[in-house]
């Protein structure tokens, strides 16, 4: 049995004289002992609000849940306040795409760290100040003792972000959410981070749910990826697969979308047309729809199932998926892979660079069927 199963997840903000706010739809996924996986979509799909239900850090006014989140046996999304709080540090642990907001800022990083050990490994005085150094040592902070005395804004970017990823490992967690963790930082800083959360999940088992829209993270660290759209899951799969085969319309556009270092000079950038606000709700049927090149008039009876249109356990919510070999230009060896993120995996596979386009289906009721298709158009000046 996985460590996390979660189970048709929705999150709905409401406001009184405001419409209801669906930020998950029904999102499932699991996340074994050991294993990263990956939660990937553009700006606004649902990432934050979900790991923020996992946690139990949403507020608690204004907003309603529903589905199961089961870790380990006992329903994250029930849990009162108390078990929500013995579990997080003890077992669950998140690291915050923005680590200045996230550690006390006049607080010293030493106490902040030593505050955890107490809490949940009680250790106390020059036992857990010890903690801490080796602590900050093992991220990779040079001079931890000096550092364990030092206030958040005398740290770098980078600093702060392993001293969260510090804090977060202290009680070793079982599972550990990251979201963006490292979109702020320089490129060397986010692959010794990466490096650093691989060493995690292998060196000590944790489970890792990874919450990114780089897919250059995904390709040198996720085992499983699940990509959302619109607060639901589109297109899950192992990560091999879905590089070499993405099928979902949607995700098959944002890995063509990648710029390519080894694409012909001139060669035209290919984006996702239009953006997440044109979308319909699922319950009219397929919310990428505005967007797809490949919708029919199927896509609006209803929510598409998941189903499985290549093999099995590549799951797709598509009605017209895509099945072209190599649809998307892309392959993941196009990105920074595993031989060039240290620490993960070098396997060297993965074919050759594809340069064919997205197969495009013209259906005469384009227009008619899906309210804003036709603007989208305009504006992507097809
Ligand atoms: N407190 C809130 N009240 C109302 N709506 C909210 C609230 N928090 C988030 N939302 C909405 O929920 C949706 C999902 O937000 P979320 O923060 O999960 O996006 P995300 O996928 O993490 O995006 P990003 O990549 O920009 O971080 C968005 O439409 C957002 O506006
Ligand atoms: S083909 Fe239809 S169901 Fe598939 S993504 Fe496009 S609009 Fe959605
Ligand atoms: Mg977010």
Known sequence: MALLSVDELTVTFTQRGRRDVKAVSGVSFDVDQGQVVGLVGESGCGKSVTSLALMGLLPSRGVRTGGRADFDGTDLLTLSPKGMRDL????LAMIFQDPLSSLNPVVPIGVQVTEILARHRGMKGEAARREAASL??????????????EYPHQLSGGMRQRALIAMAVACAPRLLIADEPTTALDVTIQAQILELLRELVDEEGTALLMITHDLGVVAGLCDQVNVLYAGKVVESAERREL???PTHPYANGLLGSIPRLDAPRGEPLRPVRGSINDTIAWEDGCAFAPRCDHYTLE?????PALEEPR???HQVRCVNPVLSD???GL?????PGPDEVPGTEADGEGGPAVDEPVEKTEPAEKDAAVGTAGTAEKEAGA
Do not use: H, N, Y
Request: include cysteine; hydrophobic fraction near 30%.
């Open 88 to 91: 997080r540090g003890s077992q």
């Open 136 to 149: 900050l040592d093992r991220v990779g902070i040079p001079d931890p003792t000096r550092r364990l005395k």
């Open 243 to 245: 590089f070499d085969a």
């Open 299 to 303: 896509c609006l009876k209803g929510t």
């Open 311 to 313: 093999k099995p356990g």
């Open 326 to 328: 190599g649809a998307a």
């Open 331 to 335: 392959r993941e060896s196009a990105l």
